[in-house]
């Protein structure tokens, strides 16, 4: 299977060059967030951004079940990766 986030297929269509270009990774957390989940997912996103480059893949266009299906595909295998770095019960 393809890593969505490590294949470079997309560097061929997409232009980060461009002026505007948004790239990266972004939080947006409720205020009334607990601190500890909020400490833990920002741990979470600096292991991400290390790790991969978040992009939109090929310009990819798709529908609100295609999204959480792709979301479903990748999560265990970047959740796995993300759990072996860190000391757990």
């Known amino acids: 299977m393809w890593h969505i986030w490590t ?21 947006r957390f409720d205020k009334d967030i607990d ?4 400490r833990a997912c920002k741990e979470f996103v600096v292991f991400l ?18 999204q959480e299906r792709q979301a479903t595909n990748y999560a265990r295998y970047i959740l796995d ?3 072996e770095t860190r000391e757990h019960p």
């Not at 294949?7 to 060059?17: A, G, R, S, V």
């Not at 601190?35 to 909020?38: I, Y």
């Open 7 to 27: 294949i470079d297929d997309w560097e061929k269509n997409i232009d980060l060059t461009r002026e505007g270009h948004r790239t990266g990774l972004r939080l």
């Open 81 to 83: 990766e993300y759990a």
């Open 49 to 66: 951004r290390r790790e991969y480059f978040f992009q939109w893949i090929n310009a990819l266009k798709l529908t609100p079940i295609g």
């Open 35 to 38: 601190s500890e989940v909020r």
